[in-house]
């Protein structure tokens, strides 16, 4: 063998190896899976339980500048919760989390002047 060549050899092997180690280092630091179970309509405002591997998570989202509030009505294992989105139709989003698995159907409304405008409940 050449004396380059040997050198050239081992910087392969070690780049090999650099790369390996990266690639696993990338996998312990990647985000957890995560879905989005349900997503419920009202309008333009909706709602959706986005689940990961830690926790059951609730949006309730205004999207529309109607001056009308929008809330979730949350159906658990463990009883019943209800929020709106505190900004209305400002960005962020609100939200709140449950133990994962928990949530069992949600709901989004509108509130108006009557009965409140609401989608349909849906199931996971």
């Not at 780049?15 to 985000?31: N, Q, R, T």
């Not at 009883?79 to 949530?103: H, T």
Request: charged residues 20%.
């Amino acid at each position: 063998m050449k004396p380059g060549l040997a050198v050239v050899n081992g910087t392969r092997r070690a780049l090999a190896l650099a790369a390996v180690v990266a690639g696993f280092s990338a996998l312990a630091i990647a985000p957890a899976s995560a879905e989005t179970l349900i997503k419920v309509t009202q309008g333009d405002d909706y709602a959706y339980l986005y689940q990961n591997s830690w926790y059951d998570i609730v949006y309730v989202c205004d999207v529309e500048a109607d001056g009308h509030g929008v809330y979730v009505k949350v159906w658990k294992e463990s009883g019943y919760d209800e929020f709106g989105d505190a900004n209305g139709s400002a960005s962020p989003c609100s939200s709140r989390s449950y133990s994962i698995g928990d949530v069992t159907s949600i709901q989004v409304c509108e509130s108006v002047t009557g009965p409140d405008w609401c989608s349909d409940r849906r199931y996971r």
